[in-house]
Every structure is written in structure tokens, then in C-alpha cells.
């Protein structure tokens, strides 16, 4: 398992994608996937592109809407992530100022 804090997936797509290609920080309204890519309806309007990277959490609204068009497709893959989140881990997270060396 890899696990990647959001700032550090954030600095990962910054560097490797062009900035006219992201869209950040907008509510997901609905998703689409066609021959040629994805379709995504926001509150502020439609993106297409290549791939969608869902950077918004456990709880995400991306991962639901896809498992909903894969629902009305019965194409919904066996898999553990329809089932709820388990709490059997403890983590304290924590931020502070920079600190001087």
C-alpha cells in the first residue's frame, strides 16, 4: 500500500502535468466516460480530458460517482471498496510552522 499526503500528490501533478491541463478545488457534479476520455461536470462548468485523479479524500465524491455510472452498467467490480471504511487504525496528524533548523 502507498500512502501519499495531499500536499505531496499535489506537488506530484504540479510537476507533471501543465497547469492549463488541471482543474483544482471545484465541486464534482457528475462523471463521464467516453472513447476518447472523461467528461466532468462541475460547478463551474464542463472539463474533458485523459484521466481523472480524485484527490478529494476517503469519502470521494469522484469515487462515488464512478461506481454509480459502473452501477447503471452492471459493470460494479467485486471489491472492498464499496464496503465502509474500517476503523481499526489510529493516526495523529499535525501541522506546525516551518521550523528553524
Keep these: 500500500m502507498y500512502i501519499i499526503d495531499r500536499p505531496t500528490m499535489y506537488d506530484m ?4 502535468i501543465p497547469e492549463h491541463r488541471l482543474v483544482l478545488g471545484q465541486r464534482v457534479l457528475d ?7 472523461a467528461q466532468v461536470n462541475t460547478s ?6 485523459d ?18 455510472n459502473m452501477k447503471k452498467k452492471n ?4 471489491s472492498t471498496d464499496l464496503e465502509r471504511l474500517p ?3 489510529v493516526s ?7 521550523l528553524s533548523p
Design 44 to 49: 463551474q462548468g464542463c472539463v474533458e480530458g
Design 31 to 37: 462523471i463521464k466516460q467516453s472513447d476518447n476520455g
Design 51 to 68: 484521466i481523472i485523479v480524485g484527490t478529494d479524500g476517503a469519502c470521494s465524491s469522484i469515487q462515488s460517482r464512478m461506481y454509480e
Design 87 to 89: 476503523y481499526t487504525y
Design 13 to 16: 501533478l504540479l510537476r507533471g
Design 75 to 78: 459493470q460494479q467490480p467485486d
Design 92 to 98: 495523529l496528524l499535525g501541522n506546525t510552522e516551518p
